[in-house]
């Protein structure tokens, strides 16, 4: 059976106060499963990123519980979320939110160095964690000098560098363009692979369903439908004829690009 | 290298001009606090420099006396009932006052006339250019700085002036004896010293006394005090701490220079706090997202804080240099700076303290910070 990584169960998310004050979630049921790659899909104002917010341990809900690999939120302070975010959770954001006065390596060691792992391995790994998303060469680039899909990728090597059991991606397409949007999601959908780890996209973007195993769909804080996808040969079938280009091309296309430089 | 010293030193250099201004402020800041505490210090010393060249380990001085320029007297005969005490070995007559130098050219201008024993040197001369100490014992030889040859119309050696309508001559030139009254010192004889402030031969302003080598000095001093009515007994840390309590406190003036100094440090933590803040603002996004990834928020604080302490290095670092150059401008006037290797080291701790405190506003600001705002910006 696989191991769920991140579980809301009846989560209800209460946000502002007096007359201003909004039920953002209304009991929200979701688990995430480790080897996944799920899609959260829904209008502008459905949930999605309060969801992720107290998936990503950011909030804690108002009522209901939240279990990060079985580590209940509840009564949880700052710190406490703090700590299981540094532990358990990657998070990627639409805007990257990379650090300007850093290379992209201090970018990815950054996460180990709030974890307090010595210089010395954590340049190790965060080098690591850039080749495998097709950086071994930029690590000493500044996100100014990077496109707007490498600095994506930099982040997504943030995200991976701790081994986090969940990867929480904020409309992480969103600001690239087709290419480079394929290319981020292909990169997300190798890291679902590992059967240690779940992925979550919140996303409006249609041109990355393909990518799903699952695709969760919410509106005014309910979820109110669950997909799950049999894989990249049936993503190649539902697109039909015209749409012939499969992941599997895509990804080829992008590792020789990358290959490239 | 801690990344978090990296992302403060970035965040600092990045925005050239607000950390150029930050480190004007803290320099600033230092810089007049260094002024007033070294003023206060080279205050502080100058007015004690007469007691501190005396020789001797206790002062009999008039009750009630506040610094060694008060010019009470004293019996001569108090003299030998102190020499009458078992384990004093000298007191000596010392003689100060307030006279008129009368010039060559016609001019008159107020000195103060030190006068003692030639034998055994108990506030003699110091720092002796021209001439010698024991060129006093020339008949009517004085002994002056020479900072204040312009103010006494002489030019050195030799030259001859009045007091009390009695010729003197400059018989030794001192160097860097200045007093913070701007009024010129003037060494002689202690009959001298008499004659030309009006003092009675029976009268001394001080007696100093010599304590027997192998003597305990509290028992003595308890022996004095028992013999003597209507005087003090005092060691010489005493008197120097009474005078310089009078002239810094009593006066007024060491408040008016604290109260500068403290000036100082609240203008400068005004400043780095304001660009602390202002900086923090500006890199609240990577804050956020530094707590997104799971920091903690010591490590924020950690960020924030090296923010602090570099700027109070680099600002210590200019500020100290400014200070050193004003130091030696000031070392030749009437009233030096003076700043010590402790007041060095108090200066580096304080603008640490004030860049540290400057701090708790970013700090306040970072600790209320939303992970979850790195999703909406």
């Known amino acids: ?261 | 290298m801690s990344l978090a010293l990296k992302l403060a030193g970035r965040n600092l250099f990045h925005d050239r001009l607000r950390f150029i201004a930050t480190v004007i402020g803290i320099v600033f800041s230092i810089v007049l606090v260094t002024v007033q505490l070294g003023l206060y210090l080279g205050f502080g010393r100058m007015v004690t420099t007469m007691i501190d060249h005396a020789s001797g380990d206790l002062w009999i001085i008039p009750a009630g006396t506040k610094c060694f320029e008060d010019p009470s007297l004293l019996d001569e005969r108090k003299r030998f009932q102190a020499l009458a005490v078992d384990g004093v070995v000298d007191a000596a007559p010392v003689v100060i006052g307030f006279a008129d130098w009368k010039m060559a050219n016609g001019g008159t201008t107020p000195v103060f006339v030190i006068g003692s024993e030639l034998r055994g040197a108990v506030l003699a001369p110091w720092n002796v250019v021209a001439g010698s100490v024991e060129d006093l014992s020339i008949p009517n030889a004085v002994a002056v700085d020479q900072s204040y040859f312009d103010r006494l119309g002489v030019n050195g050696l030799g030259d001859a002036a009045e007091i009390r309508n009695q010729r003197i001559e400059v018989a030794a030139v001192t160097k860097g004896i200045r007093s913070f009254t701007t009024t010129p010192y003037v060494f002689t004889t202690l009959d001298r010293a008499r004659a030309y402030t009006g003092i009675s031969a029976a009268k001394a302003t001080y007696f100093l006394v010599h304590v027997a080598p192998q003597a305990d000095i509290e028992r003595v001093r308890r022996g004095v005090r028992a013999a003597l009515t209507d005087v003090e007994v005092l060691t010489t840390a005493e008197f120097r701490d009474r005078s310089r309590a009078f002239w810094l406190f009593d006066t007024g003036a060491g408040a008016a220079l604290f109260a500068g100094a403290l000036l100082g440090v609240i203008v400068g933590t005004i400043i780095v706090a304001q660009t602390l803040y202002s900086s923090t603002k500006d890199h609240i996004n990577e804050f956020a997202t530094l707590r997104a990834i799971g920091s903690s928020a010591s490590y924020i604080h950690k960020v924030i804080i090296w923010q602090a302490l570099l700027n109070a290095v680099v600002g210590f670092a200019f500020a100290a240099s400014i200070g050193s150059a004003i130091v030696q401008m000031t070392a030749e006037t009437a009233l030096p700076i003076l700043v010590t290797p402790a007041l060095t080291i108090g200066l580096f701790l304080l603008t640490v303290l004030m860049c540290v405190v400057s701090a708790i506003a970013a700090i306040m600001k970072v600790t209320r910070i939303d992970p979850a705002m790195v999703f909406t910006r």
């Open chain 1, 1 to 261: 059976m696989t191991e769920t990584v991140l579980e809301a169960s009846n989560v209800v998310q209460v946000l502002g106060s007096g007359a201003g004050q909004v039920q953002a979630l209304k009991g929200v049921n979701l688990s995430l499963k480790c080897g996944e790659l799920t899609l959260l899909m829904g209008p502008s104002g459905s949930g999605k990123t309060t969801l992720l917010s107290v998936l990503g341990c950011m909030l804690t809900p108002t009522q209901g519980t939240v279990r990060v690999r079985g580590h209940s939120t509840e009564g949880a302070g700052p710190e406490d979320l703090a700590r299981l975010r540094r532990d358990h959770v990657g998070f990627v954001f639409q805007s990257y939110h990379l650090f300007p006065t850093l290379t992209a390596l201090d970018n990815v060691r950054l996460v180990l160095d709030v974890r307090g792992e010595r210089w010395r391995a954590a340049i190790k790994r965060a080098k690591n964690a850039l080749a495998s998303v097709g950086l071994a060469h930029k690590i000493k680039a500044y996100p100014r000098e990077l496109s707007g899909g490498e600095q994506q990728r930099v982040a997504i090597a943030r995200a991976i560098v701790g081994n986090p059991s969940a990867i929480l991606a904020d409309e992480p397409t969103a600001a690239l363009d087709s290419e480079n949007g394929h290319a981020i999601m292909d990169v997300l959908a190798h890291i679902a692979r590992d059967p240690s780890r779940s992925v979550l996209v919140v996303t409006h973007d249609p041109r990355i369903v393909p990518f799903a195993d699952r695709i969760v769909r919410i509106e005014d804080g309910c979820i109110v439908g669950e997909e799950r996808r049999g894989g990249e040969g049936r993503v190649a079938e539902e697109r039909g004829a015209d749409e012939k280009r499969s992941v599997a091309d895509e990804r080829a296309r992008v590792q020789r690009k990358w290959a490239q430089g």
